[in-house]
């Protein structure tokens, strides 16, 4: 750090004074915030956006023109719009629908879903669809309905290819948390953000700090998933 303060001209002990307010903001005695939210968002979000997106791609691969148009377009709409759009429409059309305020925390937690949701479909759907045509016909032939051998035989192989583009979707959508602050929601961002303004003097330090964290996180589980695809890749020769 002093080597890098003498080269650069850079003071990072505004890094060591507020450490603990870029990690969880002012919790236990305050909100979460910081890391520990940015990383909250995104677990909840690909959770939840994890199961919309396996509803929303078994949708889109529908037998039925009525089932699979409408949800494709509903797809398309969200995959077509920024998503700090989406951020916007909810943050103003949920308090809207209820009557009252909304939490922001959970108004970008649903954005989040919403439109990672979407993206996620279509992992869903390509991997469905890179299942031999073979395995289906089998599956009908021994007996089976097409649902059933959707369920017991083309989705778990599915699901083992759609893994590392889940891992890599993660990924995107820890990046993609950094908008939450648009509305105040006090993740990293945002906690970057109330410490420049407080301190006023090292703009350059801390977000390059918060940089530095970002890549870190995203690279730790991006080497993740280029191991889940090489043991996908290793299990799928060995079959």
């Given at each position: 750090?002093e080597?890098?303060?003498?080269?650069?001209?850079?003071?990072?002990?505004?890094?060591r004074d507020?450490?603990?307010?870029?990690?969880?903001?002012r919790?236990?005695?305050?909100?979460?915030g910081?890391v520990?939210l940015?990383l909250t968002?995104a677990?909840?979000s690909v959770f939840?956006?994890g199961?919309g997106?396996l509803?929303l791609?078994l949708?889109a691969?529908?037998?039925?023109?009525w089932?699979?148009?409408?949800?494709?377009i509903?797809?398309?709409?969200?995959r077509?719009?920024?998503?700090?759009?989406?951020?916007?429409?909810f943050?103003?059309f949920?308090?809207?629908?209820?009557g009252?305020?909304?939490p922001e925390?959970?108004?970008?937690?649903?954005a989040?879903?919403?439109?990672?949701?979407?993206?996620m479909s279509?992992?869903?759907?390509?991997?469905i669809?890179?299942i031999p045509?073979g395995?289906?016909?089998a599956?009908?032939?021994?007996?089976?309905s097409?649902?059933?051998?959707?369920?017991?035989?083309v989705?778990p192989q599915?699901l083992?290819h759609?893994?590392?583009?889940?891992?890599?979707q993660?990924?995107?959508?820890?990046?993609?948390?950094s908008?939450?602050?648009?509305v105040?929601?006090?993740?990293?961002?945002?906690?970057?953000?109330?410490?420049?303004?407080?301190?006023l003097?090292?703009?350059?330090?801390?977000f390059?700090?918060i940089?530095?964290?970002?890549f870190?996180?995203?690279?730790a589980?991006?080497?993740?998933?280029?191991q889940l695809?090489?043991?996908t890749t290793?299990?799928?020769a060995?079959?």
């Amino acid at each position: 750090m002093e080597f890098i303060n003498s080269i650069f001209g850079l003071d990072f002990s505004v890094i060591r004074d507020n450490w603990l307010f870029f990690l969880v903001g002012r919790y236990p005695n305050g909100p979460m915030g910081g890391v520990a939210l940015t990383l909250t968002l995104a677990v909840g979000s690909v959770f939840f956006s994890g199961i919309g997106g396996l509803i929303l791609g078994l949708l889109a691969v529908s037998q039925r023109r009525w089932v699979r148009w409408p949800v494709n377009i509903i797809i398309q709409t969200f995959r077509g719009v920024p998503l700090l759009m989406v951020i916007f429409w909810f943050y103003f059309f949920l308090p809207a629908v209820f009557g009252k305020g909304f939490p922001e925390i959970s108004t970008v937690l649903i954005a989040l879903t919403v439109f990672t949701s979407a993206y996620m479909s279509q992992i869903v759907k390509a991997g469905i669809e890179a299942i031999p045509r073979g395995q289906w016909e089998a599956g009908v032939s021994s007996g089976l309905s097409r649902r059933q051998v959707l369920w017991q035989i083309v989705l778990p192989q599915a699901l083992r290819h759609m893994i590392p583009s889940f891992v890599n979707q993660f990924v995107s959508l820890i990046k993609d948390t950094s908008l939450a602050f648009i509305v105040g929601v006090s993740e990293l961002t945002h906690v970057a953000t109330q410490v420049n303004n407080r301190t006023l003097n090292y703009p350059t330090e801390i977000f390059l700090f918060i940089a530095v964290v970002y890549f870190v996180i995203c690279s730790a589980f991006t080497a993740l998933s280029r191991q889940l695809e090489a043991r996908t890749t290793s299990a799928n020769a060995n079959r």
